[in-house]
């Protein structure tokens, strides 16, 4: 036996305790009852505890070692690639740093849940200080490791591969002419009739019939997968049993549609993995959080808010709702899905503003991790920021720093990947379309089937065999190009 | 550290692996889509196959002999007790054993599936030959490291410690009077007035509402717990977070009610364990079959057929189906729940014909096992024991020896626990009735709690402290006593 054939059957054991894992983390934020919280936090620490012993096993340095020297094809060759970053990632760290980093990250957060609401950002500094020490001593081993930079270190956990020096221009681009294009679409959007209000209530049950139409009209595999209700919307299981989730509002369907299309955007590149023998191994997953979000916006920032498609769509919801009218014509509810607004709250930012929400937030962490900023600027930062590329000041820590999860959870290098996802759709659905002429047409006639064997061929069957700069690459001919965005921004918006 | 903190702490790990397989099964039977089978196979078979590495880890066998020699209290001996049972049955095994075992068992019931409609012995016959050769090999194995004979020690694999020195003289009682005693309770029925119907339908969610306001009324915690669907009722989860099942049939409430309060006994069972440190010890979970089968029927058969219950239960019942008429007062429902009726099958039967159907097949598997029959001579000896017992002859085996999934699965040595359970169950409830006077009166004003209450202190609370002959005897003064069993049907069934 070599030693890759013995490293295939070790991931495999470890994509089984994965798959496990992403099932009881759906259950917690779907089915368990409170009271199930504190044992499932034990089941989910113990699978976890017995994955990174399994792939930090003293033999695996060897066995990947002698791997390398063996004779292997492309996808065993990519295969061993991933499993080494797996390695790098799991086995860099001490035993007492991880311990020192989750218990940080529980004390803060906790903090975080308090000072929020209080808006009261000197409460949690203390404990945000401790938690960005212990980030920065993890980015630099894995710096080390990876021979990458500190920030880039970080990055790679959720982006593999993803390195600031393309970020930065790409960045760049979108903060010259983003400031001034917000205003010109606003002023574009203040010269149109005034938007008609579509009033509810929504029953939850024909929202829910509407939700399971979309994604069965999108090629959502009910044969693998489902939908349920959660707090947050989000995309988990695993790819032979993909588990969808949305949220209801009685007076406003369309949060709930556009989270359902943007969830099954995730599930069909799950459900579009390579399956059988690479199915349960590190090349057959997901390419990185870009990838994954390029497909979610892809389908529902593209595709779904699209005018072709709402003027499919805009029939089936009168139906559903039982309702007509002005308000209820595609061109009004098209132009309700487009909304731009200046805002200070970025999970509720539209496609136009949302890229300034994120670079405001990569620039700042990425300068608190390299120790060029102190975290007692960041509120005052943050403003400057807003004000810089929004034009807006909020008012509040609540309305500004303290306002998202991820930097008092631990997840320090995140941000960026949700505006290079907006980007990637962007540039893959214009290569789509200029591949395959009835892609618009199709989703003009609830025809999702030419976008979406385009994907499976270009991306989702892919797996991890490529990096992401390489995927992009191959399907589009070219890295990623922030004008393809740009464009698709102005003919929607100025158009 | 002592040898036995470090058990704890590696027994802690099983527990926690065998929750997150709880709720994977759960998962699978209730929620999962079908694609998903195979991918959930895979993560039960490497969860399970994790478990048994760590419990029959080379070092484990000399920390439980060290351990022995160490200061324990009373909980710490038992849990020391349980763990090493625990260890004698994951480790008497040798692992081709164990495969060829798994191999035969999917075989053979696989071919079950068709037979059965088929109504072919003939056609299973093979398979069920290597799969009871195999289930004696592992019988005889494990009866060597018991020290008890080859029958027991299947049967100790669902009761531990359950000796069939101990069934035989029970069982024999039954057999004694129960075929006269079947006829007898005919008579009576035959001399009432005819029952009523109570005819649907019945829309599922009124049924659901009335299993919920059940559930609630007996005690069932629902911020550890919930209440769901899937094709055979049952009770799964872990005692954090128990979750039992039910199906809904249009035309017939009872089977849907029954269902859940029969499943609500095993949860309140599972709630009213040791939680804390023995929560996660082998020490702290259900003695075994015998008295996890006694706390659902002493819910279902013992308590909620009760008159007493009965009476409170029909305005309830009346006012979810918003029905009236003398067929939905409390006699009559009473009566429609304590029906009597000689039937073939087992799953069909009533309390008073049940303990038939289990002693045929106990004493049917044990021959089996101790070699005393021959396979081929099953289907004749099946219906020989429907005549003496029953007085009735199965026209087909489909209606005989084919209906049980057990044997075909690799289920021997199960049987016997069903009326084991239901004979304890009776013993349980009188003694609880002469210790609280209330519990009774209780029940007639939908007041479980005097019942509970003596439940969790004489039973729940205990874990598995006790052997099951001794948690009997101190709840109520003496062993098994097939005279308590009788007494009941005697009492409800002639009176």
Redesign the interface.
């Known amino acids: 036996m070599t030693a890759y054939s013995r490293l295939e059957a070790i991931f495999r ?1 470890t994509a ?2 994965g ?2 894992l992403a ?2 983390h759906w ?1 917690m934020a779907t ?6 919280a ?3 936090t ?2 989910i ?3 976890k505890g ?1 994955a990174h012993e399994t792939i930090t096993a003293p033999d695996l340095a060897e066995l990947l070692t002698t791997a390398a020297t063996e004779t292997l094809d492309n996808w065993e060759r990519a295969n061993l690639r991933e499993m080494h970053r797996e390695w790098v990632h799991a086995s860099a760290l001490p035993a007492d740093l991880v311990d020192a980093l989750t218990r940080a990250e529980s004390a803060c957060e906790m903090v975080w849940r308090e000072a929020r609401p209080a808006s009261d950002f000197k409460r949690v500094l203390p404990h945000l200080r401790d938690l960005l020490g212990l980030v920065r001593q993890v980015g630099a081993i894995k710096a080390e490791r990876l021979g990458v930079g500190v920030y880039d270190a970080l990055l790679d956990q959720y982006e593999p591969g993803g390195r600031s020096s393309e970020i930065d221009p790409v960045f760049t681009h979108l903060e010259g002419f983003l400031p001034g294009f917000i205003g010109e679409a606003l002023e574009v959007q203040a010269g149109k009739p005034p938007l008609l209000a579509t009033s509810g209530p929504f029953p939850v049950e024909s929202q829910k019939a509407l939700g399971l139409k979309m994604m069965e009209m999108l090629g959502f ?6 939908l349920d209700v959660s707090h947050h919307p989000f995309c988990g ?5 993909t588990r969808i989730t949305t949220r209801y509002d009685d007076d406003d369907f369309v949060s709930a549609m556009m989270g359902v299309l943007h969830e099954t955007g995730h599930a069909l590149y799950e459900f579009g993995l390579p399956k059988g023998r690479w199915g ?1 191994q590190p090349v057959g997953r997901a390419r990185g959080m870009v990838a994954h979000e390029s497909q979610s916006l892809l389908m529902e920032m593209q595709a779904c808010r699209s005018r072709d498609f709402m003027g499919f769509a805009a029939p089936l919801i009168r139906e559903t709702f039982d309702r007509q009218g002005a308000e209820w014509e595609a061109d009004n509810l098209y132009r309700r899905g487009i909304r731009v607004e200046r805002g200070f709250i970025r999970v509720e930012a539209d496609e136009v503003t949302y890229p300034a929400h994120v670079i405001i937030r990569y620039r700042l962490e990425k300068a608190l991790i390299e120790g060029r900023m102190e975290l007692e600027d960041l509120p005052a930062a943050w403003n400057e920021g807003y004000g810089r590329l929004l034009g807006i000041a909020p008012p509040d820590d609540r309305l500004g720093c303290l306002q998202d999860i991820h930097w008092f959870g631990g997840s320090w290098g995140y941000f960026p990947t949700y505006t290079l996802g907006a980007m990637t759709a962007a540039q893959l659905f214009d290569a789509a379309q200029r591949a395959d002429g009835d892609i618009l047409a199709g989703l003009g006639r609830g025809d999702f089937k030419p976008l979406r064997d385009w994907l499976r061929t270009n991306i989702h069957g892919k797996g991890s065999l490529l990096s992401t700069r390489e995927l992009l690459t191959e399907a589009t001919g070219r890295p990623l190009d922030p004008t393809v965005f740009e464009a698709h921004l102005r003919r929607r918006y100025l158009g």
Chains 1, 2 share one sequence.
Not at 31 to 36: A, L, S
Not at 221 to 226: A, E, I, L, M, Q
């Open positions: 054991k089984a305790l798959d496990a099932i009881l259950d089915m368990m009852p409170n009271g199930g504190e044992s499932r034990e089941q620490a113990t699978l017995i595999d009910f044969h693998h997968g489902r299981g695993t790819p032979a049993d349960s």
